[in-house]
């Protein structure tokens, strides 16, 4: 049980790097691109971006979700099989609300964002109107907002809280206060808060590293996971069970 959790919350690390680079074909620059924004999502950096780009993300997002959800649903079996008390289902069942959602909408919002993207780049290329082409883009955009902010509350924010409850109230086993500090950053909303600011203030390539952070801290609570499994191993709580995971 031990060797197969490990595998699977590995896959599940594996496809949370898938997203990382999905986010940075999506997003990342080069040193002397533009940045200007049009409207709330499209960028003048898409016209020069490669078709390919926003291709290979939309798959790194597909393909990313399938290992995505095989890692988070191995933790939540370890999760319900490491807290049995009446207390911790309620935190149990919103860690599994949260990594269904991620799961749903993680391959939707990577493929919306590049569709966005690719209708801004390709009504600019048919008609050379900028401006045309990002109101035709962002329109688009708003009338999927509804979902992508739904599914962004569900599966980043509410996470992050379930996950930082976790560790604070003890339910993830780690030694002392300083582990616990380093695991408030393992989530998709304080890696990209603190981490991912701290690299906007840094030149060129570096800066670019901040696009990846938000994926990054779904990866880091599966990393979670294996600490939560290798206490569990220690303690003998995989042995003393036939729960199937």
Known sequence: MKERSKRLLILGIVGCLLYVIGDFLFAATGKEQSTESIGLLVRVAYLEMGTWRMVASILCGFFG???????FHRMYGLLKLHLKAPKDRKWIRLFRVAYMTG??????VHAMFMTVALIFKFVYQSYGDMQTAADIANRVFYAN????????????ALLTVVMIVLVWTKRIPLKNTAQRILATLCN???????????????????DQLDHGTESFGHALVLLLGLVLLNAMDRAGELKETEYDL
């Not at 998709?188 to 570096?206: A, S, Y």
């Open 65 to 71: 979700s399938l290992l995505y959800y095989m890692g």
């Open 103 to 108: 799961t749903v909408a993680w391959t939707y």
């Open 145 to 156: 907002a509804a979902p992508m902010l739904i599914g962004y509350i569900l599966c980043d």
């Open 188 to 206: 998709p909303l304080m890696m990209p808060g603190i981490v991912g600011n701290l690299f906007t203030l840094l030149p060129w390539p570096i």
